[in-house]
């Protein structure tokens, strides 16, 4: 596509056959393949055809990976133990983007000095993606350590006024943090597409 | 009454005249007496039957000061700059219920340095009002470093998606540490009395 | 903690595994614990390996004491019937904390002759915690008869305009009464803490 | 018209002229006239061809009385003095209709004493109209010592989070009281026509 | 009650043993018994102690009528067929006042010629319950051709953008009729409660 | 434009002279002009160059008809007085369209005899545009008895929990008649454009 | 009915009894017969009345079709693949209709070159229904490139902030494209009966 | 600052010599200065000491250049003329930030021709900003054009069920384009501020 990088199968509302006749597609253009929000049996029917695929069954992706070379760096952070799903969402659509990547879990406002140790390893990244339910407060707080664009993911993770992740993505939007943008809620996708599109025009640019 | 302290005026909706005759009230009882939110023809009408009375136009609170020893210890912080005037309704509140008070302006959460620097000021405090439009995510980030009670008050501060300060109250109604609790939008008043109360009640407590 | 209270363990989204590691910690450093929402599940594992420990469905913790002696008296008001869960979570937190705490249930706004006959009782509280849902007004009456921090905790009983708690949670923050504060939809662990934090720093104020 | 009583002006949108001719018929037809929601000049329109009209400004209703035998009784209750304006439409309606009628100030929740002191008062009415701003609660303490319908109405006064009125519109819809009745935020005329309603069915009935 | 009418049991979040001994008072009182939003369980519970009383499923109410004379005449009416088990709790509710009910099923908007049939029969109530979900008009059209109060109860049945019964209720508040008020969403107990409150009075007035 | 109309120009935003220049290119392309939500200042602009032009102050349009033989049949219905100006934007762009238009103002559904006088008058209409605040309930009414496709503009008329035309909006796109489609809150131009693009491509097809 | 169709049976709330008798009356006068919104159970109870019955599973109907002659062309588009069980339901509510008919899946905004494809078999439509969930964006993008009304139908597709379909609905209403009004969120019988309408009526014209 | 970039001034709330001071800071450093958001008062006591200030009224900055040389590309691109401030204040940033950029008005997504055109002209971008009120569609069909990251800003442009750009805001977090991120409605400055970043560091990577 456009962006360099194939089509990603969304899978739900996809018959069984629909997902499995676009992998074959990708495979037969020699590229990385996948597939997102998956339900079991859809992993199931992709495995049985693809030995070779990766069901990831807490990020909900199932992906072949034919190259492995990787460029660029991005971090992926999360506020709290809850928000991973989203994270690993994230992580293997990096990994799918042949992007290097590092998942950093709990490193959440609550407790500061968590986010202060881990701080120096996001400081070479080309962009970081901060996953946060509940007051969605960490963009804000790391966005101010980085040089980096943040891409700011809203997880529906919390209870009560948290509205499903509406309380975390309103904080996000309203970061005073210029570096911040945001995608939707429990969008570990594209969280990670956006991150690592970053990373990878960077890495071409100056490779040109 | 009942808390220990005097009626307050909350002027919108107040004759001149019903104001002032609950200043006299007041005054003959020799209390403290404060009113807020007062329109500036308000405060005049104040000012020229009780010339000692001291008008704060940011704040737009009016208050007459007749006992001075103040007991306890309460620190007012805010976000941005724009969040000043609900912090100082704040701060009226508190020097009127005779408790010492600080303010510490513009120590958000996108220029982490500056808060570390008034941290320790905040130690020993009975209670922390903080006081934040936007994102709203200081009080998450102050209630990590603090063991004392905060109440976090949202402003109405911000543009767009801060939605006239509901995207701060839900952030801080959603707060991950454990001490932080919230007033409606713009409340300074109510979080300078909450805190107050909570500092006076410690030091009746101990003076008992 | 910097509170002096230890960390709590919020159970959603965590393993067994990681659950009772936090325990063993705990119970290292000869702390109490306490985990709040848990599934059954996760309260079984935490008692097949510490037998002693307190599982109370309804309020969905599992609480291990290793200290007894109480401070300081907190007070849980709730409205209705439906409420006692959130409320019982406000309770096991506060006996957790080693503050001595009562529970009254069912001394709604409706049937005010039932809140006059507590009145009494709640008179030498340091902080009284109110749990209410539907319209949210059992606060509001509370707070006016009362000379502490009352802190309101709306739940999500109710039906139809309730909106899950909103209508209970919009009524509290709009309290007239100013020393009302409130705390989010359902968060009795929050309204209890609150409450146990005003409670245990009066005391060791006045024991100091 | 159906109910018994003639049509009411609603004056926003409608030229002097609209006005004025509307009131002329009414005349014609020897009936009393009352015009809702009037600007001053629209006020003057009418006054100035009827000079017998009454203006009240801060009710902005102006009023023909034709007839002044007076049947039932309705008493109109206020939380605040802010909510005044919204309760004097009730009062001018409820003349109009030739319901007697009475009117209680700032009787809210807050100074829970003030209630009490009034609540006698109460006791014969056909119907109670609650008015009330901010968090609502009025309706609901009122109506659990009453026996007659209560019809509330919700005030846009308040500030933040009381949302022009909607924070006391959910509290009266989830009343746990079940006497309380709803009508629109500021609805002081249908509030009172309500209530007057109720008191002038129940006189018909008993005298038929 | 002050009402003259005994209190109503609210089933949810009530073990079956409350709801009995609740039932056990009042039978010892002499007292008609209503218990409302029963599920089956907890009406088996009741059934098997009191087999006099009658279960009504599609209402989710249990009955034990006492007093048999009825008074006054209430009719409800709805919008749709999905509209009738609201209905059904109004018209259980006003079975257990004693008063005269009937019911009027499906006779909406968009059919009118099905309303100016039953028009008539509605003419000599004292009040109508007018049920009605998605776009809730019915109560604006019933209300313009009667001369008694309209209570309004919205209903959560539709799809879409009526976001279970917001759409109705907005609909309901809004209503440019005099006559009509509004209570919660499927409120079928309050509206009926309501309506018969009004026609008791109207009749007790009469037989003063 | 494919529509066989020529594009509006939407003013606001507009400088007098970009407003001025698109009606220089539609005169000299022989088409009908039309400007909407055009403010005085900006209205004059056009009237100095264009002094045949028709300056339509309520409905805030200008327009310059070329062509005047018209096709089809629209009504346009208001519910109430002050749904005026919404309804002669749509009367406006249905004569700039050349679409034969009737408007009948204030037969709203609180007067059903108001209605059922114009009923006729609507029978052999290609569209009929209902134009109403508040409840919005009078598209519902009037689809039950047409034939054509009815074109509902909610408006911002009412107050309080109208919340600016969202009870209207909802209520017309819950409508439970098959024939109703909804455009924007107070776009009289949508309303009127989409309702003469119907009959226009009625009468087209009828003459080809 | 006054629209020359039959009534449509919705069938959610309704017994298979009342289902089955109404289609009953409508064979009995010849009539085409359509169930909407029918569960698996409603759907085998018409089937085993009526063996000649087409149950649609995805589109959730079952028709009875006694006439088969076509006139006008309606065609439905689609943005993504989960879209289709709502455009289902508007094809077979045009079938129903006798209105000529075509379905166009997955032509949404983010594959340009798709809608590309299919444009100019819409080119000699009567009206296109465009239902689209997640951003909506589809309906505008379609509506610049048609001559004729475009009905837009918000689905529920999407998660987070796409809020059940509200973001696809307010996209729609706002959209800057003249020709597009809007039906409820997932209304795929109202989307296809509108078009229907206008299809039909412009044909009976043409063919007086 | 950690980004590169010194910081930016927010002029609501502060003074005038605040402001200036800090531009004298910047100034001192070799800095270019940025002022957002300016009230005329505020850009002429810049001006006043600065005349080398160059004040943007429609974008409602204030920019001091001290260094000229421009690496990176990113355009603004509009869907309407309405969105022009919004569009500038991102521009007058890129500038600021000495990132090479272009402006293209009024594109929008019903003129898609008008798109067409310009779509060559975005190919070699580093970034792209699309600035888009009303439905919000233009930065789905901008996204499927291109392969770099698009920055989606919302505006308030829009009137009814915009709801002040969350309409807008909606449309864009839901686009099915992978490579949209969004930020707060009317951000300009934060819109054009990280697509500089992105740009930035592209060219900083690939000099090093
Ligand atoms: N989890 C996801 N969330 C949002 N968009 C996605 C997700 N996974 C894939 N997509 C996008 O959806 C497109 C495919 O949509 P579809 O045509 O329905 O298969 C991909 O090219 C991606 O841009
Ligand atoms: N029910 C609860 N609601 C909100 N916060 C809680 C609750 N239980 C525990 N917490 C807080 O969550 C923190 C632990 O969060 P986590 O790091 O996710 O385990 C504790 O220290 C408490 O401050
Ligand atoms: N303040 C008010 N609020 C709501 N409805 C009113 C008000 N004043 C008058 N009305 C109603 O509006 C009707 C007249 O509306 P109109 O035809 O616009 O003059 C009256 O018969 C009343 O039922
Ligand atoms: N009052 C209105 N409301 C909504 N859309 C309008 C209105 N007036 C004109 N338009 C549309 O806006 C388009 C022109 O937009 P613009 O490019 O900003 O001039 C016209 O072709 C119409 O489709
Ligand atoms: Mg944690
Ligand atoms: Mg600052
Ligand atoms: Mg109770
Ligand atoms: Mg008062
Ligand atoms: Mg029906
Ligand atoms: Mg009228
Ligand atoms: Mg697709
Ligand atoms: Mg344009």
């Known amino acids: 596509t456009r962006s360099g990088f194939p089509e990603v199968v969304y899978a739900p509302g996809k018959t069984n056959e629909q ?6 597609m990708l495979q037969a253009a020699d590229q990385n393949c ?29 992906r072949i990976q034919r190259h ?8 992926v952070v999360t506020a709290g133990t809850s928000d991973r799903p989203v994270a690993l969402e994230a992580i293997e659509t990096l990994t799918w983007m042949n992007i290097q990547n590092d998942l950093f879990i709990d490193v959440g406002v609550a407790g ?9 390893e996001l400081a ?16 804000s707080m790391v966005a101010g350590w980085l040089s980096c664009p943040v891409v700011a ?8 006024a948290s509205f499903s992740g509406v ?13 911040v943008t945001v995608v939707n809620i429990d969008a570990g996708f594209k969280g990670g597409f956006v991150a ?13």
């Open 167 to 179: 309380a975390a993505l309103l904080s996000m939007l309203n970061s005073c943090a210029s570096n």
């Open 112 to 120: 500061p000095q968590r986010f202060l140790a881990v701080k120096d």
């Open 124 to 139: 070479d990244c080309d962009a970081v993606v901060v996953v946060a339910g509940m007051e969605g407060a960490l963009p």
């Open 196 to 208: 690592g599109l970053i990373a990878s025009n960077c890495h071409r640019a100056s490779s040109d």
């Open 34 to 62: 996948l597939a997102t929000r998956c339900e079991t049996e859809q992993a199931e029917a992709i495995l049985s055809e693809f030995p070779e695929a990766i069901h990831h069954p807490a990020a909900r992706t199932v």
């Open 153 to 160: 993911v809203p997880t529906s993770v919390g209870y009560g």
């Open 68 to 75: 492995f070379e990787q460029t660029g760096r991005v971090a």
């Open 19 to 24: 997902i499995v006749s676009a992998f074959r």
